[in-house]
């Protein structure tokens, strides 16, 4: 007992010096987080507020188009939600992005679950692949696309030869070759987000479910769909927000319907109306961040009921 006291008096010392040397960054989180609120604020928080309030103004800015000055209203917002062609975009950018995200979870998930369980021959080259996309810019993977389905792409040009048909050509340009493009290029998102989330889900649980007689489906059901649930929104909400936000894929491969990104580039270098176009990209972040704030805390919400 004699030579345990000095002992635990050492560890008693080490302890306190270890919490005085901590302490100062305890006390002071706001320090190691002034940098990054800085940045926020430089980048996000201030060029938003001047979105908005650009938002509010009459093409031109304060000053109105006789001269005269104009106060903030709500016209641009009423112009967006009145005419049918500002409508029928915002429309089809939600649509797309959500059929995008969708179809980017679908297809990952298999690639995930094997990146994530198996070792195989090829691994690296393969995980290399699939997040290529996530290096190259909309633009790129827009032209992309018309190599591989423009009116003399590759594949129309192979179909032809084999069938004798113009098959697929100019599908770049439509609904279909669209999609493809932005599924291409949420691929690396979507794979990185779930092959994550599955090396940290507990597959001792598909085997307890199985030693109690749960067949393949059953366990898909209600074991492994549930636990990957808070991933899936998360992803989802990923992707659809980059989704939304997609400009160059659009600008090279859109024709037939315009998409809010592109019509607010319309906007600000046809048009000069910097009220609308301010508008529309207010527009363009509240639907974004409310569906990626709402997504996320139904995930932590799902994740905090079943803890």
Not at 32 to 47: S, Y
Not at 142 to 159: D, E, K, N, S, Y
Not at 266 to 288: E, I, K, N, R, W
Request: proline share 5%; net charge positive.
């Amino acid at each position: 007992m004699r030579g345990s006291a000095p002992a635990e008096q050492r560890a008693e010392r080490i302890e306190r010096i270890g919490d005085h040397a901590a302490r100062p960054l305890l006390m002071r989180p706001a320090l190691a987080l002034l940098p990054l609120l800085a940045l926020l604020f430089a980048l996000l928080v201030w060029p938003f507020a001047h979105l908005a309030v650009q938002s509010l103004l009459p093409t031109g800015g304060i000053l109105g188009a006789a001269g005269g000055r104009r106060g903030f209203s709500l016209a641009n917002y009423a112009q967006i939600v009145g005419d049918p062609l500002y409508r029928g975009e915002t429309v089809h950018s939600l649509v797309l992005s959500f059929a995008v995200a969708a179809a980017s979870i679908v297809l990952c998930l298999a690639p995930a679950w094997v990146m994530a369980r198996r070792e195989f021959l090829g691994k690296r080259l393969l995980r290399a692949l699939l997040t290529l996309p996530m290096s190259f810019s909309g633009i790129i993977v827009g032209f992309l696309a018309v190599i591989m389905l423009g009116r003399i792409g590759f594949l129309p040009r192979m179909l032809e030869r084999l069938t004798g048909r113009d098959l697929l050509a100019g599908a770049a340009y439509q609904l279909t070759g669209l999609v493809i493009a932005y599924v291409y290029f949420e691929i690396p998102r979507a794979t990185l987000s779930l092959e994550s989330s599955l090396r940290n889900f507990d597959f001792q649980l598909l085997a307890a479910s199985a030693t109690l007689g749960a067949g393949r489906w059953q366990r898909l059901r209600y074991v492994l769909l549930p636990g990957l649930w808070p991933a899936l929104l998360s992803t989802f909400a990923i992707t659809f927000c980059v989704s939304m936000g997609s400009f160059g894929v659009a600008l090279i491969l859109s024709r037939r319907f315009s998409l809010l990104p592109l019509e607010i580039y319309q906007q600000l270098t046809g048009f000069l109306d910097t009220g609308l176009a301010a508008a529309m990209g207010v527009v363009l972040v509240a639907v974004s961040f409310t569906v990626n704030y709402g997504l996320r805390a139904l995930a932590e919400r799902r994740t905090g009921s079943d803890a």
